[in-house]
């Protein structure tokens, strides 16, 4: 079945629930103490919060360009044809604000963890590390098709939006030459510099370009006949 089209809007709350519900949860961030947002850290900003804050600031966007696909392909089978959706990188800056230094770096650590382990961000994958980490007892197959009922329903709601990414989300620590300077970062928003963790959600962005390809309902075949010498005859 052809998957829903997703709102840029929707896609931003998705994204947005779905990495908090990565730190909270695989992070074991305890939600009681550690406020987790997703806004511009100014200096202004950072004064004004009152509990230790984890800040994903989404800084920078732009096309994947080596995961470009510009190649018709065929939809479901059918006498349809689409492009396939172009790969566009969201760039976050994580930081960690209103601590002390030492549970700065802690917490830092603490959420590089399942950053790092986890670098799909699909239904099937996040419903398995649940699993393992909620009911570590219960095998794979006792839990195909019970899932839904052993897990909170809000959390049923975002492993089902999830669906509507494809090619799903995927997601890395940024290397050096894909962070850029992040001092530069600091200083034009106007704050103290923090360490900071460079963290790239790669989503689909489906352009909706379709053509319908002609049905082939018949084929034809010729025959020649070819003499004794292999050739074909006159």
Same mark, same amino acid.
């Given at each position: 079945d @052809?998957?829903?089209?997703?709102?840029?809007m929707e896609t931003?709350e998705?994204?947005? #629930? /779905?990495?908090?519900?990565?730190?909270?949860t695989f992070?074991?961030i305890p939600y009681?103490?550690?406020?987790?947002?997703?806004? @511009?850290p100014t200096?202004?900003?950072?004064?004004s $919060? /009152?509990r230790?804050t *984890?800040?994903?600031?989404?800084?920078?966007?732009r096309e994947?360009?080596?995961?470009?696909?510009t190649?018709?392909q %065929?939809a &479901?089978?059918? &006498?349809l &044809?689409? *492009?396939?959706p172009?790969r566009f990188d969201?760039?976050?800056?994580?930081s960690?604000h209103k601590?002390e230094?030492e549970?700065e770096h802690?917490?830092l650590?603490?959420?590089?963890?399942p950053?790092?382990k986890y670098p799909q961000l699909?239904?099937d994958?996040?419903v398995e590390?649940?699993?393992?980490?909620?009911?570590?007892?219960?095998?794979?197959?006792e839990w195909t098709?019970?899932? #839904?009922a052993?897990m909170p329903?809000?959390v049923v709601? $975002?492993m089902?939006?999830?669906?509507?990414?494809?090619?799903?989300?995927? =997601?890395?620590i =940024?290397?050096?030459?894909?962070s850029?300077?992040l001092?530069?970062?600091w200083?034009a928003?106007?704050?103290?510099?923090?360490? !900071?963790?460079?963290?790239?959600v /790669?989503i689909?962005l489906d352009?909706e370009?379709?053509? /319908? =390809?002609p049905?082939? $309902? %018949?084929?034809?075949i010729h025959?020649r006949?070819?003499? %004794?010498?292999?050739?074909? !005859?006159?």
């Amino acid at each position: 079945d @052809a998957k829903k089209l997703v709102t840029p809007m929707e896609t931003n709350e998705i994204i947005y #629930r /779905t990495l908090e519900y990565l730190l909270y949860t695989f992070g074991s961030i305890p939600y009681t103490e550690v406020d987790i947002r997703f806004s @511009a850290p100014t200096k202004d900003w950072v004064e004004s $919060l /009152t509990r230790p804050t *984890i800040d994903l600031f989404l800084f920078d966007i732009r096309e994947n360009v080596e995961l470009r696909v510009t190649d018709w392909q %065929s939809a &479901n089978g059918k &006498n349809l &044809n689409r *492009i396939p959706p172009r790969r566009f990188d969201l760039k976050f800056m994580i930081s960690v604000h209103k601590v002390e230094a030492e549970i700065e770096h802690f917490l830092l650590l603490q959420i590089l963890k399942p950053l790092v382990k986890y670098p799909q961000l699909s239904k099937d994958e996040l419903v398995e590390w649940w699993r393992k980490l909620k009911h570590p007892d219960k095998k794979q197959a006792e839990w195909t098709g019970k899932w #839904r009922a052993l897990m909170p329903n809000d959390v049923v709601e $975002l492993m089902d939006a999830l669906q509507s990414f494809d090619p799903p989300l995927a =997601a890395r620590i =940024a290397n050096q030459d894909e962070s850029g300077r992040l001092l530069d970062l600091w200083n034009a928003l106007g704050t103290t510099p923090h360490p !900071a963790l460079c963290y790239i959600v /790669t989503i689909p962005l489906d352009l909706e370009i379709e053509e /319908t =390809a002609p049905l082939v $309902l %018949s084929r034809l075949i010729h025959y020649r006949q070819m003499n %004794s010498l292999g050739e074909v !005859a006159a």
